[in-house]
Nanobody, 123 residues
Framework: QVQLVESGGGLVQPGGSLRLSCKVS????????IGWFRQVPGKEREGLSC???????YYADDVKARLTISRDNAKSTVYLQMDSLKPEDSGTYSC?????????????????WGNGTPVDVSS
């Protein structure tokens, strides 16, 4: 059974940093592509970053200077380091897995989703 469990969200002041984790389990063959997404009530879900099965990374243009995605295969965990956080970064952050392993069009290509972790950037 495939599971993705996010952690690391919380309250942070503007300018601060957070590292989100996505623990992946249940994949019996190749590690999938993992994408990070943000959902804000009343707005469309945003794709922020993705790391492919081969380790290639992708970022949305408006966040790539402040986000770093990485993967620890031994821990089956993907991380999203977020720096210089702004109030508009607030939302629910979810990770998702694409079994094809590719980040091409990752916004549409995810097969499994976690429940999300909330991030609140405020003073």
């Amino acid at each position: 059974q495939v599971q993705l469990v996010e952690s690391g969200g919380g309250l942070v002041q503007p300018g601060g940093s957070l590292r989100l984790s996505c623990k992946v389990s249940g994949f019996t063959s190749d590690f999938p592509a993992i994408g990070w997404f943000r959902q804000v009530p009343g707005k469309e879900r945003e794709g922020l970053s993705c790391i492919s099965a081969l380790g290639t990374t992708y970022y949305a243009d408006d966040v790539k200077a402040r986000l770093t995605i990485s993967r620890d295969n031994a821990k089956s965990t993907v991380y999203l380091q977020m720096d210089s956080l702004k109030p508009e970064d607030s939302g629910t952050y979810s990770c998702a897995a694409g079994v094809k392993g590719s980040c091409v069009n990752y916004y549409y290509g995810m097969d499994y989703w976690g429940n999300g972790t909330p991030v609140d950037v405020s003073s």
